[in-house]
């Protein structure tokens, strides 16, 4: 669902959040913290990402901003802050796994099959910008709308289930639910410059089973 954070955003022009992240680097704390309002739900969003650890996401995350926090005066304004932070959160991840008795040569689980050392913070940091993009588009859907999404592809429930969980008929969810719900993410997608193809396979054929 999307968040305040991403009202802040559209409230605040180019000029204006660079005039923030030049007082950042000179350790400015009330333009840090303006900043953490800017891009709280981004950082959450890259650690979630290179984590998938819903026990760990918290501590990742404040450690991450308390780490920013001390280290202000290094950041460099020319450079995009997000790239930055998801440096951060990435070291952080490490240390997590490092101490962590439930990993397997000092890196956890990843679902998505990506080695953590074979993503950048750039390349996190720009995955963290289509979820929020994404976040912030499923949260004009309607709520039933939301549930389908979230039931089908993202706790990836059949849709013998999904149709079962809503209450409606199987045919009404493949026919009528899962395409309307798609076009209107296509379009928000596409208005925000998000690839809809990127984030959504193509869907049909045995994937829509």
């Known amino acids: 669902v999307a968040s305040g954070d991403s009202v802040v955003s559209r409230c605040m022009n180019d000029q204006d959040e660079q005039k923030l992240l030049r007082a950042v680097g000179q350790g400015d704390e009330p ?18 990402r ?22 202000r005066k290094s950041y460099n304004a020319s450079k995009p802050f997000l790239y930055w932070m998801a440096g951060i959160v990435q070291n952080v991840y490490r240390e ?26 750039e390349q996190l940091a720009d995955e963290a910008e289509t979820l929020s993009g ?13 549930a389908l999404v979230r039931l089908r592809f993202f706790d990836n429930k059949t849709l013998r289930d999904v149709a079962s969980e809503l209450g409606v008929p199987e045919s009404t969810v493949r026919e009528k639910s899962i395409p309307a719900v798609l076009e209107a993410l296509k379009r928000c997608l596409t208005a925000k410059g998000l690839r809809f193809s990127h984030i959504f396979p193509a869907q049909g054929g045995d994937e829509m089973q």
């Open 134 to 146: 994404l976040n912030d588009c499923v949260g004009r859907l309607s709520r039933a709308d939301q």
């Open 31 to 48: 333009a840090f913290e303006e900043i953490y309002r800017l891009y709280a739900e981004k950082v959450r969003l890259a650690a979630w």
């Open 96 to 121: 997590h796994c490092r101490k962590s008795p439930l990993t397997l040569s000092g890196r956890g689980p990843d679902p998505t099959g990506t080695r953590l050392d074979e993503v950048t913070p």
């Open 50 to 71: 290179v984590s998938h650890r819903a026990d760990w996401l918290d501590e990742i995350v404040n450690e991450a901003w308390y780490r920013a926090f001390q280290n």
